[in-house]
C-alpha cells in the first residue's frame, strides 16, 4: 500500500511518485517528502576575456563555460521508516518463520539489535 509523495505544501508529488503507507496487520509510517526525493542541481559557470596585440592588429575573445553538478536523491531504500519496537521471542541460535523466510538469530546485543541470518 502506498500514498502520493507529500511536496512541500503537504499536497501531493506533482511528478506522481509514492512512499510506503502501511500493510495488513503492520502500520508503517514515512517521512519521505519531496525534498528528500529529489535531486540536488547545483549550477557552475565560468567565463574567460582575453585581450592582447599582435603588432598593430588587436584582438579580444570570449570563452563561456556552464555545467550543471547533479547530486542524486538517497535511494528509495535507505529512506526512513519510523516503526514502533517489535518484540520476538526467539533465543540465540533459535528460527522464526516469518513471511516464507526463516529467521535465524545469531547475536543479540545489549541495545536490543541482533544479527540474524534469513533463508
Known amino acids: 500500500m502506498t500514498e502520493a509523495l507529500p511536496n512541500a505544501f503537504g499536497g501531493a508529488d506533482i511528478f506522481g511518485r509514492r512512499r510506503p503507507a502501511g500493510r495488513t496487520g503492520t502500520s508503517i509510517s514515512s517521512n519521505e517528502t519531496t525534498m528528500t526525493r529529489t535531486p540536488l542541481l547545483i549550477p557552475r559557470g565560468s567565463q574567460t576575456i582575453i585581450n592582447g596585440q599582435i ?47 526463516e529467521l535465524r538469530v545469531l547475536r543479540v546485543y545489549s541495545d536490543g539489535s541482533i544479527d540474524y541470518a534469513a533463508r
Not at 550543471?68 to 518463520?97: C, D, F, N
Open 55 to 101: 603588432g598593430t592588429q588587436t584582438f579580444s575573445g570570449t570563452a563561456t563555460n556552464s555545467e550543471t553538478t547533479i547530486v542524486g536523491p538517497r535511494p528509495h531504500s535507505e529512506s526512513q521508516v519510523g516503526l514502533a519496537p517489535l518484540t520476538i521471542g526467539v533465543k540465540v541460535g533459535e528460527s522464526l518463520r516469518a513471511a516464507g523466510h
